[in-house]
């Protein structure tokens, strides 16, 4: 069974810091691109970030670039959120996903196949 299962979340105060994983299982997805995504309360799920399979290209929304570092371990089938300079906007349940194309130079957002449940992060003023 293949399974993407997100850690790390909680609750911070703004202005501080946490690190997501992602740890998949099942299956290897060395090859696949990977992304990071969210649902804050009450509105749609969005795009955070994305890392190419051998991490050579990385892309961020607007709202987290400069604050928001996405890398991935693929000898630990596992990628990473680093979330600095958190903000109360950046509350959120955190999903990663795998995008079905594999040795892909980009990675397409509306090409995800595989989901975790989410991590839920709680930014504090």
């Known amino acids: 069974q293949v399974q993407l299962v997100e850690s790390g979340g909680g609750l911070v105060q703004a202005g501080g810091s946490l690190r997501l994983s992602c740890a998949a299982s099942g299956r290897t997805f060395s090859s696949n691109g990977m992304g990071w995504f969210r649902q804050p309360p009450g509105k749609e799920r969005e795009f955070i970030a994305t890392?190419?399979?051998?991490?050579?290209?990385?892309d961020y929304a607007d709202s987290v670039k400069g604050r928001f570092t996405i890398s991935r371990d693929n000898a630990k089938n596992t990628v990473y959120l680093q979330m600095n300079s958190l903000k109360p906007e950046d509350t959120a349940v955190y999903y990663c996903a795998a995008d079905r194309a594999m040795y892909s130079t980009y990675v397409n957002i509306h090409a995800m196949e595989y989901w975790g449940k989410g991590t839920l992060v709680t930014v504090s003023s």
């Open positions: 890392i190419t399979w051998r991490g050579g290209r990385t």
